[in-house]
């Protein structure tokens, strides 16, 4: 089995697909290692194992909805696309959603996955209680009111147990209108950053990095926000007159309405239509958290960088994360900005730049999306999250042979 990508086959030496959480006690009681697998969509080696993968598409259960406390609780194999028709149909919301729908809600969750806004949080800010199978077997239930562990245990990485359910918080469905703008000017953009990407309810600046101009600025902003029609220009990019999508020469048919056409939240907060599967095999993906306030000399950093960076790209998202309380969540204790590079599938000449960027990026204190590939290790990272030996700790309470280890947590957690 490979993942989304199709830069990894898995090596795991089976497959379990169980249909109760009973079931996955009794697997993972019995197993010498042992390992959750979502829709596969990491780019690197996270949800490998050299045990048995277990994966939650057969646990079926259908999301359960209690809207007096607006509170969904859902079953840990759903995807965000299916959640978000199911919420949709009931008159309810999320407060984000990541540009691909397809992927899986705990798989998500466990590695910080996030979408843009100043003020969104990353999508973990929804879950107000978790259910995992630990190690021994035994079945736990985790909510806000459990404090520091439950802190911990929300972006887990896989490390901690297997997530059966998860509770969210919904909110009311709300309508989204979404803008592109094209060729923001860089000078403009720096200068100005936080009043750029503050100017909606989220914004996505798409760049190669090359040259005096941003390609894209994506602008999605809430009805209720009570705004008038999109402006014709934006810190002086302007409004595209069709459909685009973030690459200029692909067709936009696979991405969600735009020209300010008012939808539903599911239908405009990601990027791509729920209805359009991805090809495989097509693209990698790194990115990088840091605090906003130092967006400005990153972005110089990067655009320096270009002659070597921007060969390998198809393009890269620039975004913002609000800070939240999550020990091992890339936004934690801090307002972020994220640049995230969608490199072309050339993964021995992207492995060799990875050391480069990381070395311009480490003066920020920039934090790797756990999901994607990078470069860093345990001994580099341990520095830039509070709270990476009391996770550690947790870990090893909570999993003492080790059963939920592999080579990535190794090496990032573990190693060095
Ligand atoms: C096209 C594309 C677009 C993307 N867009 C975004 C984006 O907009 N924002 C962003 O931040 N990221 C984005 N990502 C990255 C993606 O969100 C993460 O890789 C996420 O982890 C994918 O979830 P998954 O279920 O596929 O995870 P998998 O790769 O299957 O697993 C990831 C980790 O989660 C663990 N896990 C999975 N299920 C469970 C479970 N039930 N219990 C405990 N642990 C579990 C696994 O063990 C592993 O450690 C994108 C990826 C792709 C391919």
Redesign the pocket.
Known sequence: MK???GNLDYSAAGVERPASVEEISELVAAAERV?????????ND??DTSGTQIV?DGLGGAPELDSARGIVRVP??ISYGELARFLESNGFGLHNM???PH??V???V??????SGVGNR??AAAVKAVE?VRASGEVQRLAEADGEEFLGSVV?????????SLELAVEPTYQVRQQVFESLDWERALAEFDDVVSAGYSVSLFTDYYGDTIGQVWRKVRVDAGEGPAPSEFFGAQAATRPRHPLPEMSAENCTEQLDVPGPWLDRLPHFRHEFT?SNGD?L?T?YLLPREHAAAALERMRALSPKLTPLLFVSEIRTIAADDFWLSPSYRQDSV?L?LTWKPRQPEVEALLPEIEENLAPFGARP????LFAAGAADLAPLYPRFEDFRALAGKHDPAGKFRNA?LERVLFGG
């Not at 999306?369 to 994607?372: A, E, I, L, T, Y």
């Open positions: 993942n989304w990508a390992k959750p697998l979502g829709t596969r969509h990491c780019f996270i949800a939650l840990g194999g990541a540009s691909l992927i899986s705990a798989g998500a466990q590695t910080g996955t996030h979408g990353g999508l995992l887990g990485l896989g490390a901690l147990g297997i997530v059966t991805p693209e993906q990115e994220a995230h999306h756990w999901g994607k990535y």
